[in-house]
């Protein structure tokens, strides 16, 4: 079926390939910075009916607003808090992410990561790179996995696989989620703060936007206390920064090991200057084989939508606009 007729907008970054993809595919317009948008001819505009997004390219109420025909957006990601939903829902505009391919690249990252902070590997690393070992041996870690609780804030499918590696290394886990999951044994710890005075580990698995916005905040890294290690694979906007970089200067808490930050690419100078900090460049599910996963995923949705059927993976607040899409 020839789909080039389509209009598509294709804002944000996206891997060459799929780039390739969608341009072969559809009539794909794509732009890197918003300001862009006011570029495009206004008859343009009223043509797209689909958005491939980008990581990171905000899809507000206004954009929506000036795309009379939009039907889908097909984000590449598992994370879509920059997107306008209500705005989305009221128009039947469906929109979709890429759960699951990414979901065991992600956990293993946050064990990895917290392997890195609680162990020091990274600063062992260093150690050895800048000749120190031979002047004297590697103190010992002030922390270890052996005598620590991990608790979990959020526990979806990226928080249950790394809930199952823990229990293979035979940490223990507890957990907190708005209400308890049947299908999860852990201990649920209905207030946040209850759980950060109980574990050593605070580890951040939950979806970004205005419910989550700095939930981890000065009260919570206090519970947490002296001996905690905070580590964030949400979002930057999850984690009060400002609050986490004075818990650290403070020795509030013992650590961090941080994927995200508030303002990526920037990370703040104090968090880089501290050296008992692990600071990973947002590198989740950056790995070949899942970033293909994803590209094809994002292509999926889209072909599926442009033929008429369900897109395969509507997020949860636009499900009834995808079985709107289907009926029409």
Known sequence: MALAKIDILVPG??????????????????????????????????????????????????????????????????????????????????????????????ADTAIGLLLCTAREFVAAERFVRAGKWLERGYPLSRASLRNRTVGLLGMGRIGKAIARRLDGMAVPVVYHTRRPLADVAYRHYPDLLDMARAVDVLLVIVPGGAQTQNIIN????????????????????????????????????????LDVYANEPHVPAELIAMEHVVLFPHLGSASVHTRRQMDQLVVDNLLAWAEGKPPLTPVPETVAAAKALARA
């Open 218 to 257: 000065r009260e919570v890294l206090e519970a947490l206390g002296p001996e905690g290690i905070l580590i964030n694979m949400a979002r930057g906007s999850v984690v009060d920064e400002a609050a986490l970089i004075k818990a650290l200067q403070d020795k509030t808490i013992l650590t961090a090991g």
């Open 13 to 106: 970054q996206l891997p060459k390939k799929t780039q390739e993809t969608l341009a072969d595919r559809f009539a794909a317009v794509r732009i890197t910075e918003p300001e862009e948008l006011d570029q495009l001819a206004a008859d343009l505009l009223t043509r797209f009916r689909g958005i491939a997004r980008g990581a990171h390219f905000a899809i507000p109420r206004a954009l929506i607003d000036r795309l009379p025909k939009l039907e889908i957006v097909a984000n590449f990601g598992v994370g879509y808090d920059g997107i306008n939903l209500k705005a989305a829902a009221e128009r039947d505009i469906v929109v979709t992410n890429t759960p699951d391919v990414l979901t065991e690249e992600v």
